[in-house]
């Protein structure tokens, strides 16, 4: 059974800073890209970042670049995002997914397993 399980998330004062995990288990984890992405209230859900099997290839959005990292371990089945100088805009459900293929760019259609989400809250 594969799981995809998100933590980490929680309330924050803008400029502070939160660590996500997604812990992931049912699945060849280091065969895999993985990402994240968010959707705030009336959005659609947007790409945050991505990394591909074996975390030499990330990529950003626009929006987080500079402030937010994303790595992996392997060891651990585990993905991580570290998210720093954090906005109000930053506000949104979290989901970590699993992607179709090793090497992938931020489109939705490329992932096929997504886990519930975890809520940041960026209060101004």
């Known amino acids: 059974q594969v799981q995809v399980v998100e933590s980490g998330g929680g309330l924050v004062q803008a400029g502070g800073s939160l660590r996500l995990a997604c812990t992931v288990s049912?699945?060849?984890?280091?065969?895999?890209?993985m990402g994240w992405f968010r959707q705030a209230p009336g959005k659609e859900r947007e790409g945050v970042s991505c990394?591909?099997?074996?975390?030499?290839?990330?990529r950003y959005a626009d929006s987080v670049k500079g402030r937010f990292t994303i790595s992996r371990d392997n060891r651990k089945n585990t993905l991580y995002l570290q998210m720093n100088s954090l906005k109000p805009e930053d506000t949104a459900m979290y989901y970590c997914?699993?992607?179709?293929?090793?090497?992938?760019?931020?489109?939705?259609?490329?992932?096929?397993?997504w886990g519930q989400g975890t809520q940041v809250t960026v209060s101004s």
């Open positions: 990394i591909n099997w074996s975390g030499g290839i990330t």
């Open positions: 049912g699945l060849t984890f280091d065969a895999r890209a």
């Open positions: 997914a699993a992607s179709i293929y090793s090497t992938t760019t931020l489109t939705p259609a490329n992932f096929g397993i």
